[in-house]
């Protein structure tokens, strides 16, 4: 990429500020639980994804967004549907159908006529998720995505 398409993806890429504080503040007025996350995913990550997948950038719908962390499942339902209704939003449920292993529900919400996702995780959910990204980073990158180390990803997927 040159440096006037980093530029321009980083202009894209803060475009993405205002409608992460809108669906942040929806988020607090409706639940209990505080959302961490970040207004924009890094202009590396988006380049890497973006060669990893075979997705235009207008469709990405993570390059904003925030995760909540709940205590159980059945919090997890209650607040995946109170802000699904408040925002409107997409339910991508990753319990059903889990990506490499990983599991947790996704809302995709609109804030600025922008996509923000929201991920809610059970307590869980995420000890297994932030395992599994420490894992990744020693052994190999690509174990998020269904590739790198076979044995590895086999343990991800709870395969024997």
Known sequence: MSDADL????????????????VIAAIRSTVD????????????????????ES?????????????????????????VRLLSKKLDAVVVDRRKRPSHGYR???????GDSKPIE?????????SWAEF????????????KYGAGHKQCERFSTGCQ
């Open 55 to 79: 997705i235009r950038l207008t469709q990405m719908q993570d390059i904003a967004g925030c995760r909540l962390v709940v205590p159980q499942v059945a919090r997890q339902n209650k607040v």
């Open 104 to 110: 947790a529900v996704h809302l995709i919400a609109k």
């Open 132 to 143: 599994s990204e420490k894992v990744s980073d020693v052994v190999d990158p690509a174990i």
């Open 7 to 22: 530029k321009l993806l980083d202009a894209y890429r803060r475009s993405f500020a205002s409608g992460y504080e809108q």
């Open 33 to 52: 639980y505080p959302p961490t996350g970040r207004p924009a995913k890094s202009t590396t990550s988006i380049v890497e994804k973006l060669h990893r």
């Open 118 to 126: 929201i991920q809610v995780r059970t307590r869980l959910q995420h």
